[in-house]
């Protein structure tokens, strides 16, 4: 999975929110979230969702799809929420609300179009066509000939990280979620890069609404 993930500074300065349900959708970069907070904010509680099968072909690749990648994403959520004021629990029934996440990896192929050569030269002018050394008449590429074009591909691996907190009580409700997709590669699995993606993720997340 490859990506370029800039730090963009305020989330919310790209955020369509509905005042009503206090809903937002915002975007930085890579990263996009959506919030569904109340408005009483978010409890300050929170216990994992068991992991479940996964649900794609790209979840499933062995590339992701490994207890190395689970386990370091898992750290630094929990390192992430807890900087925040958060506080993991061992028990879904004692938590607040639920915490997730999906990670999958596509592979992909990307064409890129290289011209390099004269420009196109109109008239006889300084630049132009002279002692009849263009190619294709006063309209033309010049004394130099049409440029060079070149078509390469290239294959990459793309990701795409989800983190998701909901409610702990039935029927369960989305509460927020953040999700990348292009930072997480072949060459990104670091704690230390890890750590950064989640970072930038979790980054418009606020507070919980009573932190002890």
């Not at 989330?11 to 005042?19: E, F, G, K, R």
């Not at 629990?89 to 179009?113: H, I, N, Q, Y």
């Not at 979620?177 to 993606?197: E, V, W, Y």
């Amino acid at each position: 999975m490859t990506g370029n993930f800039s730090t963009r500074r305020a989330l919310s300065a790209l955020c369509i929110a509905t005042a009503a349900l206090a809903t937002s959708a915002c975007t930085s970069g890579n990263v996009q979230v959506l919030s569904q907070i109340p408005a009483e904010g978010l409890p300050h509680t929170y216990a994992w969702t068991p992991r479940g099968a996964p649900q794609t072909a790209a979840e499933a690749d062995p590339r992701v799809n490994n207890s190395i990648v689970e386990t370091r994403l898992m750290q630094s959520i929990d390192r992430q929420l807890a900087a925040k004021g958060y506080h993991l629990v061992s028990s879904p029934a004692e938590a607040g609300m639920l915490a997730a996440f999906r990670v999958g990896v596509k592979d992909k192929t990307r064409t890129d179009v290289d011209t390099m050569g004269a420009y196109p030269s109109i008239g006889y002018g300084l630049y132009g066509c002279r002692f009849a050394m263009c190619y294709g008449g006063p309209y033309s590429w010049g004394a130099w000939g049409p440029p060079d074009v070149t078509v390469s591909q290239h294959d990459y691996a793309e990701g795409r990280v989800i983190v998701d907190l909901s409610t702990s009580s039935q029927p369960e409700k989305l509460l927020w979620r953040s999700s990348d997709t292009g930072t997480l590669n072949r060459n990104s699995g670091t704690q230390q890069q890890i750590d950064k993606l989640v970072g930038k993720m979790l980054a418009a997340l606020p507070a919980p609404a009573t932190a002890h």
